[in-house]
């Protein structure tokens, strides 16, 4: 009797531990990895997303970097195929996220020239069998149509009127703007016309070929995004026509259109970490223009509250009154940014505010007003464009989120915390330190020596890059520096924050911001 006794609390432990250990695996340890084909190779498309995936307890498997593209040349077909036919093969990937334009054109600049195109049915072909081999796998593939204006040309303000005049004529077929579109037409040389068209045929016929795919169940998620563009113009025709293919296909819920390029990834980690742990984030969103709906910001397609409503939705949240996160969509339209501020950073949500007041930079007052708060507890971007700035924040409050509520492991929460750290500081050193301080700055130096800002050398540009964003970064560290972090029932400090900073491509838009995060636990 009572060895059987003895036998049976052993195979109840033996049941316990390997319960436990399921448990550990799929949910307190999430190991298995995402495997990212990037838009392009610019940190906001990797680094970026690379940190908002460690904030949920996963790693971000990138390619080679000599797979990628390098600003104007593209990436390596040969050699990004083959990295992903291995990669995926491991078992611990959790979901398998492709970027269209990186594998079919070498990256989002390659894709804006319709020489890049020459071999897009072979790579298609190569794409389908890929992806039915791996059907039944989490397949996420992102594509965007064309910007505006795909590349410099000195018929760009014409194009943009014919894109404008396009769009409207299909809508609403109004007679003067088919003269006007006729004597358009007349004064832009057939060639440079012929393949402003073209790439958005193309373009369009590739995208329902990935709708009809998605249909068939080898992509789990299809994602079209839109790239700079304004409130008429061929890319929202495009969007249109497509949106409406997947809805006649029965798969709306399967295919999202959502306006902007560069943050897409960011959303879909966000979208993909919300999925894993069942969690759907209430956003109240704040306003500070009254009609977000009639509101349309530079280089966007739609209203602003539109822009900001498919962004939550995508993620798999929601809009909520009483939601427990607080976003804050300043356009500059409420000068009384910093009662506003005041206002709602003590309500116990999780606060962040997309700073879309100006292109490319940070409003300089309302981040002066963030920094002398508490940078940590404001979550905060504003880089390029409103939808890329929009979305950045609303994948990072949902990532935020997570944490707070203790949904990832033990293990991973120190690796999450830092890289939280890094995103916030990366934000304000390159939405604000950069864009707004430094970059006019490099620019006159580039000009006083005689370097086109498009074609710099980047290892000289870089050093000169250090020493003006040196002081800067400095002060920026010591509002971080000593600062105490909370998640959930973890507490720490931040002890140093070391910073490399650099130019990525050989031109001066955008910056790398390494930054290297030491903390000290309280016990």
């Known amino acids: 009797m009572r060895k059987r006794v003895i036998l049976f609390i052993i195979l109840l432990f033996t049941i316990f531990l390997f319960l436990f250990s399921l448990y550990q ?31 949920w307890g996963k790693n971000l498997i990138l390619p080679p970097s000599d797979s990628l593209d390098y600003y104007k040349k593209p990436g390596n077909f040969q050699k990004l195929y083959s990295w992903l036919k291995t990669s995926v093969s491991h078992k611990r990937n959790y979901a ?36 039915k081999e791996n059907k039944g796998k989490n397949v996420i593939i992102f594509s965007v149509i064309p910007r505006l204006t795909p590349s410099k040309e000195e018929y760009s303000d014409k194009l943009k009127r014919f894109s404008y005049l396009t769009d409207k004529i299909d809508l609403f077929h109004i007679p003067d703007d088919i003269k006007e579109k006729e004597k358009i037409v007349s004064s832009i040389p057939h060639q440079i016309l012929d393949e402003y068209i073209n790439l958005f045929e193309i373009n369009e016929k590739i995208n329902k ?64 970490a919300n999925q894993y742990y069942r969690q759907s984030p209430a956003f109240k969103v704040i306003y500070d223009v009254e009609n977000p709906e009639k509101t349309f910001l530079p280089y966007e397609g739609a209203d602003l509250k539109k822009i900001v409503e498919e962004k939550i939705k995508f993620i798999g949240g ?46 300089k007052e309302l981040v002066e007003i963030l920094l002398n708060l508490d940078p940590l507890k404001i979550l905060y971007s504003g880089w390029n464009t409103p939808s890329n700035s929009i979305g950045a924040v609303i994948s990072e409050m949902s990532l935020k989120r997570i944490m707070d509520k203790e949904l990832i492991s033990f293990s991973q929460m120190e690796k999450a915390i830092k890289s ?29 020596n005689k370097i086109s800002i498009y074609d710099i050398e980047p290892q000289t540009a870089s050093k000169e890059l250090a020493v003006k964003m040196g002081p800067i970064l400095e002060k920026l560290k010591q509002k971080y520096i000593g600062r105490e972090v909370k998640i959930g029932r973890t507490r720490v400090k931040i002890k140093d924050i070391k910073v490399k900073v650099k130019y990525p491509w050989n031109r001066m838009f955008e910056i790398e911001i390494s930054p290297e995060i030491t903390l000290y636990n309280e016990r």
């Open 25 to 55: 695996k799929n949910l307190i340890f999430p190991s298995k990895d995402i495997v990212f084909v990037p838009l392009d190779s610019r940190p906001v498309n990797t680094q970026n997303v690379l940190l908002l995936t460690n904030m």
């Open 96 to 131: 398998i996220v492709i970027s269209l334009q990186q594998y079919l054109n070498g990256g989002l600049i390659a894709s804006r020239q319709l020489e890049n195109y020459t071999q897009y049915k072979e790579k298609l072909d190569l794409l389908y069998s890929f992806l």
């Open 209 to 272: 070929a990935l709708i009809d795919w998605t249909k068939k169940g080898i992509i789990t998620t299809f994602v079209i995004g839109i790239d700079d563009t304004q409130d008429y113009s061929t890319s929202n025709m495009v969007a249109r026509r497509l949106q409406e293919y997947a809805e006649e296909q029965g798969i709306s819920d399967r295919v999202y259109i959502l306006h902007g390029a560069d943050e897409i990834g960011m959303e879909i980690t966000a979208k993909l």
């Open 318 to 363: 929601k809009i909520d009154k009483n939601g427990d996160c607080l976003l804050y969509i300043h356009t500059r339209q409420n000068p009384g940014i910093k009662r506003e501020v005041e206002k709602y950073k003590n309500n116990g949500q999780i606060f962040g505010i997309a700073d879309v007041a100006y292109t490319n930079r940070a409003d």
């Open 420 to 448: 939280f750290i890094a995103f916030s500081f990366i934000r304000y050193a390159d939405d604000f330190a950069y864009q707004e301080m430094i970059r006019g700055e490099m620019y006159k130096w580039a000009r006083l």
